[in-house]
């Protein structure tokens, strides 16, 4: 497993902008974000591959930004336009298949303890 840890959260209002970094231990294929409020399931945002891959959850698409460097094995997620509905806590994964995907948690095995975005109107 990769051991990832998480940065870059805080307090911002609304229209404001974060940049979450996420270190890890190796280059898995594939790296994502998701994001969980209390007492819902995780919620995947956008997944990058190895060779710098996208995909977007429709609700994020044009407003986050995934990226990664694959020199510095770190995991990047810039955020702009944030809205209250944004708050959550933020997680990086990391998964050593192939499958690649925003929509299930399933295919990742490696998980950051996560970094709280609060957006206030």
């Known amino acids: 497993q990769v051991q990832l840890v998480e940065s870059g959260g805080g307090s911002v209002q609304a229209g404001g902008s974060l940049r979450l970094s996420c270190a890890a231990t190796?280059?898995?294929?594939?790296m994502a974000w998701f994001r969980q409020v209390p007492g819902k399931e995780r919620e995947g945002l956008a997944t990058?591959?190895?060779?710098?891959?996208?995909n977007y959850r429709d609700s994020v698409k044009g407003r986050f930004t995934i990226s990664r460097d694959n020199s510095k094995n770190t995991l990047y997620l810039e955020m702009n336009s944030l809205k209250p509905e944004d708050t959550a806590m933020y997680y990086c994964?990391?998964?050593?298949?192939?499958?690649?995907?925003?929509?299930?948690?399933?295919?990742?095995?490696?998980w950051g303890e996560g970094t709280q975005v609060t957006v206030s109107s």
């Open positions: 190796a280059s898995p294929y594939c």
């Open positions: 994964a990391a998964g050593q298949g192939r499958r690649c995907v925003w929509q299930t948690p399933a295919p990742y095995d490696s």
């Open positions: 990058i591959t190895r060779s710098g891959t996208t």
